[in-house]
């Protein structure tokens, strides 16, 4: 996944944790997709999710102390595309428990994950970008 | 069909299109269509409720889908596996979640229901015989289709 430019909301700590999320997913979706025969990536597989799931929890509640600290106006509409991201994350975690590591169920994973990363970051964290910028108007 | 059920759907596929690939669109010749078949390689159909009831087909050459995948995750993507349909599911999930919150500031509160996807499947869709609107959309990645059929409630 390509990181660019036109993503930055110009924060630095949302910034970076936003470029290591590109990263980590982009790592995550290598593996997944290299033509390694599965059996033998399933624990790099396992590990690189893990390491991601982790990453994904720990960004969005930086990012939700951030939108605090500066009043966000939309934290609520906010926080709750982060938890039902946390959600459907959660819910293939289960079913790749309960119903094993499938190449099928992982790829299916590994789609939904990169689009919607690319959507929220580039679309939906914009706004808090846009809101700073109009608050340093003001002072 | 009014045209501010169709604009809505029209306006999320470009600015979807825009902020996640930077790929222009461009509004082809409408037309009406008897059936709503899913004439290219990948389609995905959303569910649409609420104020508005009905169907929305989105029908991509494979070469499109490929490219479309490539560029959001930088990979050669050469087959459509579950990776290349979940993207494109997801993608067109975000189109039609952004077109509802369009047709909600139209006074038409919609919701929509998870994407299915079909791969190479030219089964058409029902409609109970009413027609739907055929809106071709040109990109410099490929031309494909969104199949519109929506009635109030």
């Not at chain 1, 999320?21 to 399933?42: H, P, T, Y």
């Not at chain 1, 982060?82 to 169920?105: C, I, P, W």
Request: aromatic share 10%; with cysteine.
């Amino acid at each position: 996944m390509m990181w660019k430019e036109k993503y930055k909301i110009g924060v630095p700590l949302i910034d970076q944790q936003h470029e290591e999320l590109f990263k980590r997913v982009s790592a995550f979706i290598g593996i997944v997709q290299n033509k390694m025969n599965w059996e033998e990536k399933l624990e790099s597989v396992k590990e690189t999710m893990a390491f991601m799931q982790e990453y994904v929890v720990f960004h969005f509640d930086d990012e939700e102390v951030y939108q605090e600290s500066i009043n966000y106006p939309n934290l609520e509409s906010h926080k709750l595309e982060h938890k039902k991201f946390k959600q459907a994350v959660e819910n293939y975690a289960v079913r790749l428990d309960t119903e094993g590591y499938s190449e099928e169920l992982v790829q299916e994973f590994s789609g939904r994950l990169m689009a919607w990363l690319i959507m929220h970051v580039g679309s939906v964290d914009q706004k808090i970008g846009e809101y700073v910028a109009s608050q340093e108007g003001e002072i | 069909m009014k045209a501010e059920y169709i604009n809505p759907f029209y306006l999320a596929t470009k600015d979807v299109f825009q902020m996640m690939l930077d790929v222009e669109t461009d509004k082809g010749q409408l037309a009406i269509v008897e059936d709503m078949i899913p004439g290219k390689e990948a389609n995905v159909v959303l569910g649409v409720t609420g104020d508005l009831k009905g169907t929305i087909l989105f029908s991509f050459p494979k070469e499109m889908i490929l490219e479309m995948v490539k560029i959001m995750s930088g990979m050669d993507v050469d087959t459509i596996d579950h990776f290349v349909s979940s993207a494109l599911g997801e993608v067109a999930n975000i189109i039609g979640g952004n077109a509802v919150t369009k047709l909600t500031a139209n006074n038409y509160i919609c919701d929509i229901v998870p994407p299915q996807i079909f791969i190479g499947e030219y089964r058409s869709l029902s409609m109970a015989s009413q027609q739907a609107l055929l809106l071709p959309i040109l990109t410099p990645i490929g031309k494909f289709d969104i199949n519109i059929f929506l009635k109030e409630k």
